[in-house]
């Protein structure tokens, strides 16, 4: 029988990284666009001294609720605001905080998320099939899974989760409905796939691929970064945390095309594009976790940080 996910306390990630790559000197402004329970932004703000000051965003307003009693000890330091940051530039330009000393995106699902029965986020939850990071915008996972046919679920299983067996999930979701809570989602992957030792991994990628399709991770994420640029500060730093290979492909893609100054198709005589390079690449390859913060973190093992820096 599946059972309810245990609350836990969410644990920054690589969070040591993260402070030395982005906060070099004293003071400077700071956005943390997926601030969460402000475990990243404490670290930078206490790195940076009392002349820093932080923008916060994030699309959940429970872990904003969160991070603002975290984050309290700064007091006018800090700014919150609930947004997702496929918005951050209107965010910043109606708070008059930009341009940026450092950008964070943390692209994990938390721990408080996770361990909300209610959210429908993890696949040993028994509550609403919702999955919203904001649940007053958009549409429902189980809203959107009875609506969508057999061949649109299975693409969307391939496409956002590389799940092998999507076709036949996909088969059985459809069969399942109506879906209405976590646990109707999770026994329809598990009636098909049967076999115990892989369906654990199946689940976890079925539930990721639907919340980041719930959630437009990808379009935000490809946002997001565009707009990051236009808001560092020249020699500013933008620091991303992925949790899985096609995230952290579209942040590699970006960063490397964004550090050329052509971006024509190889055999031009010459550059038509009139692209020049507006980052410098600090990480070359990710950093990811060591091994004792796995042990003391296991949901960190799957992150890499990519850092740039604005020329």
């Given at each position: ?5 245990e609350?836990s ?5 690589l ?9 070099r ?17 404490a ?10 000051r ?6 959940d ?7 603002r009693r ?13 947004s ?19 950008i ?11 361990a ?9 939850t ?13 549409v ?20 956002f989760?590389e ?35 892989s ?7 079925v539930f ?16 997001g ?5 236009g808001?560092l ?49 600090i ?11 796995v042990?003391?973190?296991?949901r ?5 940080l ?6």
């Amino acid at each position: 029988m599946l059972q309810p996910a245990e609350t836990s306390e969410h644990v920054p990630v690589l969070l040591a990284e993260v402070v030395s790559y982005l906060v070099r000197s004293p003071g400077g402004v700071y956005l943390d666009a997926t601030v969460g329970a402000g475990g990243h932004a404490a670290a930078l703000l206490a790195a940076a001294g009392p002349e820093a000051r932080l923008l916060g965003l994030d699309a959940d307003p429970a872990a904003l609720g969160v991070a603002r009693r975290n984050l309290a000890e700064y007091g006018g330091q800090v700014e919150l605001v609930q947004s997702n940051f496929r918005h951050m530039a209107s965010v910043a330009r109606r708070t008059g905080l930009a341009p940026f000393t450092g950008i964070l995106l943390d692209l994990g699902l938390s721990s408080l998320q996770l361990a909300d029965a209610e959210r429908g986020f993890g696949f040993r939850t028994q509550g609403r099939l919702d999955m919203r990071f904001d649940p007053a915008q958009g549409v429902a996972a189980a809203e959107m899974l009875n609506r969508l046919g057999e061949s649109e679920i299975a693409r969307l299983l391939r496409d956002f989760g590389e799940e092998p067996a999507a076709r036949r999930v996909a088969r059985e979701i459809t069969r399942s409905r109506p879906l209405r809570t976590a646990r109707d989602l999770a026994e329809a992957v598990t009636r098909a796939v049967p076999a115990a030792r892989s369906r654990e991994d199946v689940l976890a990628r079925v539930f990721m691929a639907v919340r980041i399709a719930v959630n437009d991770e990808f379009g935000a994420l490809q946002e997001g970064l565009e707009q990051a640029l236009g808001l560092l500060a020249p020699g500013g730093r933008i620091a991303v945390i992925s949790f899985h290979s096609l995230e952290d492909r579209i942040v590699k893609r970006f960063m490397a095309r964004e550090s050329r100054d052509c971006l024509c198709p190889p055999g031009l005589p010459a550059c038509v594009c009139g692209h020049r390079a507006s980052l410098r690449l600090i990480t070359r390859k990710p950093v990811v976790p060591e091994e004792a913060e796995v042990r003391r973190n296991p949901r960190s093992r799957s992150a890499k940080l990519r850092v740039a820096e604005r020329l």
